[in-house]
């Protein structure tokens, strides 16, 4: 009989140890994975827009629209009965409506607020996530208001306090501050209690990059004009850091955000998982425009399998520690999920 040869392997290697066993068949690669994608993991960006019976194509978003509010009914009967937990709604207005100060945001009657008592209406139990920060609004297209030829940052708080509450007020679930203003998440939290809105939660875009992969965003909300070349540097992190990305996140913890986002999603796991392992907190990837435009545009010219592209791609949000994903896929992945019931 062959004697073992312990000196020659460990305990820990080859060939008692074969790495290959475990992934040989299907039901053993079933019983081994370590995370597991479901559509209660979804978020849906849906864009809105002004006037009737409209459906445009976001020309760098193949296959993603702006609709306008009497179309938004059907959407969001769509989305409901794919049993997707939340959206996030994002407006584009009338270029007439912007002004330096995006007075707009602060409308109770406004194409966003519109939106949320429709969706509301239409499904009371699905999740409404709204933009605190105020690109939509603005004709410069910054998410602040300037003075002296910079974004204010303690100018801006007390805008995007009152433009929380006209969102909480109008029904949503969740404001969502995306602005990276110093100090916006406890000064929202204090504004909303102020006014009872105490179960409003603060889902804080609180590791935000200044990033190029916003650009087809940009298109979709009709703020690319107006920014023109103008950056969010001052205001948007430096995808160089990632200590800081760490400081913040626990400033917006510290400042009471129930959960946070970092954006962009897939080149920024590592913050992600450096994010997860420190806190042990709720957090959100969101799998930006500029993500979903590169992937799209390989799957439709057959460079990329499309749903094992796309699913690929949500197991490495999961493996990197998100609790939820924000993806324009959506729609996609939950009816693949059902499929499969
Ligand atoms: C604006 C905002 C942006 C996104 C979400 N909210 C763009 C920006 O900061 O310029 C990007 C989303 C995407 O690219 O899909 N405050």
């Given at each position: ?92 207005i009338?270029n007439e409506l912007k002004t330096p100060n995006g007075e707009e945001a602060l409308n ?23 933009d605190v920060a105020l690109d939509p609004y603005t004709n410069h297209g910054h998410d602040g208001v300037l003075h002296n030829n910079e974004i204010d940052n303690d100018l801006t708080l007390d805008i995007l306090c009152k433009q929380a509450?006209v ?10 501050p995306s602005d990276m203003m110093d100090g916006r998440v406890g000064a929202i939290?204090d504004s ?12 804080s875009y609180a590791?935000k990059y200044a990033s190029s992969?916003y650009?087809?965003?940009r298109?979709?909300i009709g703020s690319a004009s107006n920014l023109s070349k103008k950056t969010k540097k001052s205001y948007q992190m430096d995808p160089?850091n990632?200590?800081e990305?760490?400081r913040e996140?626990?400033l917006d913890?510290?400042e ?86």
């Amino acid at each position: 009989m062959k004697q073992p040869s312990n000196k020659q392997f460990s305990i820990n290697s080859f060939p008692r140890v074969r790495m290959r066993r475990n992934r040989l068949s299907d039901f053993s690669r079933r019983l081994m994975s370590e995370n597991i994608l479901s559509i209660n993991d979804l978020i849906y960006p849906i864009f809105i827009t002004y006037g009737s019976n409209i459906k445009e194509e976001i020309s760098s978003m193949p296959g993603i629209y702006r609709i306008s509010t009497d179309l938004l009914y059907k959407e969001i009967d769509y989305i409901s009965s794919l049993e997707i937990p939340a959206i996030a709604l994002f407006p584009k207005i009338e270029n007439e409506l912007k002004t330096p100060n995006g007075e707009e945001a602060l409308n109770k009657n406004n194409l966003l607020c519109k939106a949320i008592k429709i969706t509301k209406k239409v499904n009371p139990n699905l999740g409404v996530i709204t933009d605190v920060a105020l690109d939509p609004y603005t004709n410069h297209g910054h998410d602040g208001v300037l003075h002296n030829n910079e974004i204010d940052n303690d100018l801006t708080l007390d805008i995007l306090c009152k433009q929380a509450i006209v969102q909480a007020e109008a029904g949503c679930d969740i404001v969502a501050p995306s602005d990276m203003m110093d100090g916006r998440v406890g000064a929202i939290r204090d504004s909303l209690d102020d006014y009872g809105l105490i179960n409003v939660q603060i889902m804080s875009y609180a590791a935000k990059y200044a990033s190029s992969f916003y650009g087809p965003f940009r298109d979709a909300i009709g703020s690319a004009s107006n920014l023109s070349k103008k950056t969010k540097k001052s205001y948007q992190m430096d995808p160089a850091n990632s200590d800081e990305a760490l400081r913040e996140i626990r400033l917006d913890i510290n400042e009471g955000a129930d959960m946070i986002i970092v954006k962009p999603g897939m080149p920024y796991l590592d913050i992600i998982s450096k994010a997860k392992k420190e806190f042990n907190f709720p957090i959100v990837a969101y799998q930006v425009s500029g993500e979903y435009s590169m992937l799209k545009n390989s799957i439709q010219n057959g460079w990329l399998d499309e749903k094992n592209i796309i699913f690929e791609t949500m197991l490495c949000f999961k493996r990197a520690g998100c609790d939820a994903i924000i993806t324009y896929f959506a729609p996609y992945i939950a009816k693949n999920l059902i499929k499969k019931i």
